[in-house]
């Protein structure tokens, strides 16, 4: 009697315990996968492949205003307003765009939006309500090389100072800095492999000692310029290896001044130290969520969070690094 | 918004649930010896289990209806509706759709012509339409079941189905109303906008009436019919304007009269009498342009044209180079004068259709590349040749053959020899890289593909291709580590991977290129290396090194700069072709892309000519063909020819051959002149040229005149004099027919003839007619004639007697012909009823009316139709649960889950809230407990005393049964007792009692057995 009480009850007990070990075991599992997809998970994706408002087409450029609105421009040449929650507020469409679309947007310090109008070899200047204000440079439609004439334009940026530099490629790669009147002053660089030389400078960065970053990005590398065009720095190499780029196309830097690259061709977001030194790596091909396509810009918002355009994927992924 | 119900597929297996209650009386007999709580707890678990064992059986489904509506606008695009009316009928479908839509509704629009595509998938959104449709359309047709039937495939599932067709319901192609009742059988509604024309008057020339047959000199009137449809208010107006009627033999029309005319409401007939001397296929065009352009709703119905055959002697078409005009006029005015009339027509002027071929009885290509030839071109001289019987004669040189791009055309196949050369030890081979970056120009990578299959079947089995484009990173797209590959067998794979190619936007030539490079130099045996880069020219430009090193590899590189930024042109591409060897375009309609490459392809076919140091002489080897009829061999010295392969077929007959390049296969390469009958013409393979280059010792012999002379006559389709034959075509609702009438000599009618005819239509594609006779010499025959365009017939009378042609004119697609809509099957299908559902809203529109407002009163997102379900099968989630129930039903009888414990434990929580003293409890409860315990041993040790003794095998069975019987049931009253004290301890003395009396008796039962055993002893 009482063996068969005890058995009956071991049973239970045993059933009970191995219900319960399981029972943990999925929840533990559970959490591990959790924990494991979450380090690659963005923290939002926002908008999506279309032609209506609020939905994006091949985006090529971005930039964020000091009031945290982020302006995307896509392959239909629309530029778009958006919250940093990916809530469409406004957009326009640049005058013509049957040549070719902008690839390169940023603000001057008046918070004026400055679009780098590639194929009309010229930079818009807009207000952030979409009246063109000004421009810079630019033959009528023609590319042109002369002082003040621009090839196929990338990227326009402003320092502390009011200037204005402005990169381009095609068949001369180089750089050209305007005073704040949009006066030519200087210029620096051409195209080839040599340090201070570009293969397609994408895209520009000023950093908070007016110091000229540049993504070179057919060279696969980095530039460091002083205002006058002096070289102070250059890293990188081709590959897809941490600390190697392949094709970078945007740069930006955070408030301790390390930089954030997209790689265009790597597909990813990469963390530098100025000197250079990988400090990590977000993404890597693909369409589902923390994978991107052929990325060619970011922007940072006011909370720190990075807005990688993942172009091919015709979306925008908020992530923290 | 949602509904959700459940559903059974098989509810018949629901009837088991009638054995419910048989469950419930066999629960309660047999677990009777369970508490009433257990048992109604099982009972409970165990019918719940049955029922959803059965529910399981039955397939369950879990069936969602949902209240929303999918609509889909089908809006008609073709030609027969005005184009306003195309325009304002997207803007109705957009606005409509704007205001009527609910929260969770889709709406998606469909265009069609001739066929459908889906312009909107179904968006739960509003939607913007832009004018153009990016969808592409043969607007000369209408196939409106086409598009319901598309519509019914693209709706999902989860909503109400309705089709707003928006149409005048002049269909051409299909059976609508057919399809009609298919889709609102399946519950799908059918509403209809009708597009009424406005009234307005409209011309239209319905036929160019000219004998098809006539003799030369022999007068003959051409008759124009003219149609005035107008209608409403304008009844009573007569249209004025030019009648320009138009003759034309070659490609270009020649006015022969225009004159102002006006032409009364109803049909009106113009004649033009006409006579003609020179034997010819003519044809005869008639075209009326009103004063006023908007006294004419429909321009593109104004136009029409009709053949005749003027019978005399034969004319050849010499075809010729535009980059090298007069190159055979030596050859054209030798033939001219041994009577042969020859056009010679450049390659910039060639003719469109098969029906620009019916005025010769021989089509030479002298030397011209396959590039400056359409894909109908080519269909159209070989149907020309395999149908009409004309002759089709191929005269050699650098551009011709296999060196000319005709590989794998359809013309190699109707030529005695095929191009390529697949002994490879006889020619050397070439390598070609292409280069991708056009995928920013509309319709990017259609092109890309296209240009790249063009270019690949251009080249030899022998020949190296490879491709490189940029997808996230520069690749070659065979996936293969030498990047070029041998097209031989792997062109089927070539051209499937192509298929598969999407080349993104390249940052940069130079990465490419230089694979490319590495590439090239890795084929040591390549006679010529050719590189064609396609790019919209914004890549980062090639570096000084690479380009020093395509030089330096002796590798040629041709530019197309493509305009998906403007005007295409690029210095950077015109730099590179120019430094390289190579040659640059500048493309702004990808149109031209495809001849271009497979021109620069043709580059690397160089290698199939064959060019010795020293000219050799051409032997006659079959000397009794007519064409060498009394010349003498070896031919006169030839200093080259385009090496072929002689086509394995025993119609085909090799002429002359070259003595040189000796080979193993005796020559099957070096032919020089081979013909055979292709179909019913003839086709001739001459692969050395006609005096120009590699034949100029030819000119001063005399043999020169008789030999192309004998060529060329060989090849001319026979005259076909039709003796007392006529024939006569015309069309009506989509049908084509032939008439003839066949009279001997003595104009007595000839009957049961076995009469057999063909006719190629405007696609080129060749249709067999049934000719029956009807009456005595009347034979009759009927076709298809529902395209709009040239439908060349042959009649073959049987006999001995030489076909006969003639040819039928569709002017304008029938979209043209009916000027009214069809309102009869329009609103029959408004009518139909869906199942579930109510029948279709057919709008009224006035003709005057075109204010949309009125029109949008009709809510196409009304709820009148059958609900959406979508079903879900949950018997599998079923069976789970039950499963899981039936482990607690187990657990509920095998198991006594006692609650003893709430009450104390309740009890000490309230005296600690209540800040009781609880030791006195506690005591109390341990009082219990150890007096319990000292109950159940001292019962157990009671019982294991009891039954410690040895068993003999007289023991009283009956008793035995006893104590097992009273073990049992102690342990089976114990737990349905439950732990209660009260009842244990009063079974426990009852059963010391037993035990005792029972030792006793036992005692007592020993003892008399050895009390017997000593006695015996």
Not at chain 1, 244 to 268: H, K, M, T, V, W
């Amino acid at each position: 009697m009482a063996g068969m009480n005890g058995l009956r009850r071991n049973i239970v007990l045993g059933t009970g315990l191995l219900v319960g070990l399981v029972f943990l075991g999925i929840v533990a599992g559970c959490d591990e996968d959790l924990d494991g997809a979450a380090a690659d998970q963005p923290d939002l994706i926002w908008s999506q492949h279309g032609l209506l408002n609020g939905q994006l087409q091949k985006p090529r450029a971005m930039a964020i205003s000091a009031d945290d609105e982020i302006y995307i421009v896509d392959y239909t040449a629309r530029i778009q307003v958006f919250t940093p929650d990916g809530k469409f507020l406004r957009g326009w469409t640049t005058p013509d765009s049957q040549f070719g679309r902008p690839t390169g947007l940023s603000f001057d310090r008046e918070g004026r939006l400055l679009v780098a109008n590639t194929h009309y070899y010229q930079v818009l200047i807009y207000s952030p309500e979409g009246e063109l204000v000004d421009t810079i440079g630019g033959l009528e439609g023609t590319p042109g090389h002369g002082p003040g004439e621009f090839g196929l334009v990338t990227d326009a940026v402003q320092d502390s100072q009011g200037n204005y530099y402005v990169a381009e490629y095609g068949e001369y790669d180089r750089i050209q800095k305007f005073n704040r009147e949009g006066e030519f002053l200087t210029q620096w660089g051409s195209q080839g492999f040599e340090p201070g030389q570009f293969r397609r400078p994408q895209n520009l960065a000023v950093d908070s000692d007016d110091n000229v970053w540049v993504v070179d990005a057919c060279n696969h590398r980095v530039q460091q310029f002083d205002a006058e065009g002096k070289l102070l720095r250059i890293w990188g190499e081709k590959g897809d290896a941490p600390g190697q780029l392949y094709y970078p196309y945007d740069l930006l830097f955070d408030d301790a001044g390390n930089l954030y690259i997209s790689e265009f061709g790597n597909c990813r977001v990469q963390k530098f130290t100025p000197d250079g030194q990988s400090l990590g790596l977000w993404g890597h091909e693909g369409r589902r969520p923390g994978e991107l396509s052929q990325p060619w810009a970011l922007v940072m918002d006011s909370q720190g969070r990075i807005h990688v355009l993942d172009t091919q994927n015709h979306r925008v992924q908020r992530i923290v690094m | 918004m949602f509904g959700y119900q459940l559903d059974f597929e098989h509810p018949a297996w629901l009837l088991l649930a009638l054995l419910l209650p048989v469950m419930w009386w066999v629960s309660l007999r047999s677990l009777s010896g369970l508490g009433s709580v257990r048992r109604w707890t099982a009972i409970l678990l165990r019918t719940v289990v049955m029922l959803l064992l059965i529910a399981a059986l039955a397939e369950a489904q879990f069936v969602r209806t949902s209240d929303n509506v999918t609509v889909f606008y089908l809006l008609d695009q073709s030609k027969s509706i005005p184009e306003s009316q195309r325009v304002a009928m997207k803007r109705f479908a957009r606005e409509d759709a704007f205001r009527h839509r609910q929260q969770g509704d889709k709406v998606g629009v469909i265009v069609f012509g001739r066929d459908a595509a889906i312009e909107f998938p179904p968006f739960a959104a509003d939607i913007e339409i832009p004018e153009d449709t990016e969808s592409v359309l043969d607007p000369d047709y209408t196939n409106l079941s086409a598009a319901i039937n598309m519509a019914e495939a693209a709706f999902p599932h989860d909503a109400s189905k309705r089709i707003v067709i928006i149409s005048d319901g002049n269909e051409n192609l299909g059976n609508v109303l057919e399809q009609a009742r298919s889709v609102t059988s399946h519950g799908i509604g059918i509403d209809v906008v009708p597009i009424v024309y406005q009234a307005e008057s409209e011309i239209a020339i319905e036929k160019v009436a000219v004998p098809p047959n006539v003799r030369r000199g022999q007068p003959f009137d051409l008759r124009i019919v003219v149609d005035n449809t107008a209608t409403g208010d304008n009844e009573a107006r007569a249209v004025t304007g030019r009648l320009r009627v138009t003759e034309q033999t070659d490609d270009v029309p020649r006015t022969l009269s225009e004159q102002t005319v006006t032409v009364q409401p109803g049909k009106q007939v113009f004649t033009v009498p006409l006579e003609r001397d020179q034997s010819n296929f003519y044809r005869f065009g008639a075209q009326f342009i009103p004063d006023d352009p908007a006294s004419d709703a429909t321009p593109e119905n104004n136009a029409a044209s009709a053949f005749t055959h003027i019978r005399g002697k034969g004319t050849v078409l010499l075809v010729e180079d535009q980059e090298n005009p007069g190159e055979h006029d030596y050859l054209v005015e030798r033939l001219r004068s041994a009577e042969i009339e020859v056009q010679v027509m450049p390659t910039n002027q060639l003719f469109t259709d098969l029906g620009g071929l019916q005025p010769f009885d021989s089509v030479v290509l002298a030397d011209v590349p396959r590039e400056y030839f359409s894909t109908v071109q080519i269909k159209a001289m070989v149907a020309n040749t395999q149908k009409l019987g004309a002759g089709l004669v191929m005269l050699g040189g650098p551009s011709s053959f296999g060196a000319g791009g005709w590989r794998n055309t359809e013309l190699e196949k109707a030529m005695p020899v095929d191009f390529e050369i697949k002994n490879a030890k006889v020619v050397p081979k070439g390598a070609l890289a292409l280069l991708m970056h056009a995928s920013e120009i509309p319709q990017g990578n259609y092109w890309q593909i296209q240009t790249a299959a063009a270019s690949i079947k251009t080249l030899g089995p022998e020949d190296l291709c490879g491709l490189v484009y940029f997808n996230g990173t520069e690749q070659w797209l065979w996936n293969h580590p030498n990047g070029l590959v041998e097209v031989g067998e792997n062109k089927a794979k070539m051209l499937k991977r192509l298929s598969t190619m999407t080349p993104g936007d390249m940052p940069d030539f130079d990465p490419s290129m230089q694979m490319a490079v590495r590439a090239f130099n890795q084929v040591k045996d390549a006679a010529v290396k050719h590189m064609i880069i396609i790019s919209d020219g914004d890549p980062s430009p090639p570096s000084p090194g690479v380009v020093k090193a395509l030089v330096d590899g002796n590798i040629s590189v041709s530019t197309v700069a493509i305009g998906a930024h403007g005007p295409a042109n690029s210095r950077v591409l015109s730099d590179l072709a120019a430094d390289t060897g190579g040659k640059y375009y500048a493309v702004n309609n990808a149109r031209a892309l495809p001849q271009i490459f497979q021109k620069e392809a043709r580059r690397v076919a160089r290698p199939l000519i064959y060019e010795p140091e020293q000219p050799f002489l051409p032997q006659v080897v079959s000397s009794a063909h007519p064409i060498v009829s009394g010349i003498a061999s070896p031919l006169p010295p030839t200093r080259g020819y385009v090496m072929t392969t002689v086509k394995n077929n025993p119609l085909v007959e090799v002429v002359v051959l070259s003595p040189e390049p000796a080979t193993e296969d005796s020559g099957a390469n070096n032919t020089i002149l081979a013909t055979w009958q292709y179909g019913v013409g003839r086709a001739i393979a001459f692969t050395t040229d006609a005096g120009a280059r590699w034949t100029d010792l030819w000119t001063n012999s005399e043999m020169y005149d008789k030999f192309f002379t004998q060529m060329i006559r060989w090849s001319m389709r026979p005259m076909d004099d039709q003796g007392n034959f006529t024939v006569a075509v015309d069309q009506s609702d989509g049908q084509g027919r032939v008439f003839i009438t066949a009279l001997d000599k003595d104009d007595r009618f000839i009957d049961m003839l076995n009469m057999t005819g063909m006719v190629v239509d405007p696609d080129m594609e060749a249709v067999d007619i049934d000719i029956a006779q009807t009456a005595p010499g009347r034979y009759v025959g009927t076709f298809d004639a529902t395209k709009s365009g040239n439908f060349l017939v042959m009649v073959n009378p049987g006999g001995n007697l030489p076909p006969i042609r003639t040819g039928l004119n569709v002017p304008y697609s029938d979209e043209f012909r009916d000027r009214q809509p069809d309102v009869g099957v329009l609103s029959a299908m408004a009518s139909l009823v869906p199942k579930g559902g109510e029948p279709g809203t057919f709008v009224e529109v006035d003709s005057n009316e075109t204010d949309l407002k009125e029109l949008l009163d009709v809510n196409p997102f009304r709820r009148d139709l059958e609900r959406a379900r979508s079903s879900q099968d949950i018997w599998y989630y079923l069976l789970f649960a039950a499963g899981c129930l039936f482990f607690f039903d187990v657990f509920n009888r095998r198991v006594a889950v006692s609650f003893a414990w709430v009450a104390p434990l309740v009890g000490t929580v309230r005296s600690r809230l209540l800040g009781r003293e609880e030791s006195r409890a506690d005591e109390e409860y341990l009082d219990r407990l150890r007096s319990r315990k000292r109950e159940v041993s001292a019962g157990l040790d009671e019982r294991r005393a009891a039954t410690r003794f040895e068993p003999t095998s007289d023991a009283p069975q009956a008793e035995s049964e006893d104590l097992a019987a009273a073990i049992e049931s102690g342990s089976a009253k114990k737990p349905s007792g439950g732990p209660a004290p009260g009842k244990t301890s009063g079974l426990a003395p009852q059963a010391d009692a037993e035990v005792e009396s029972y030792t006793d008796r036992l005692l007592k039962a020993k003892r008399q057995v050895r009390k017997g055993l000593d006695e015996k002893k």
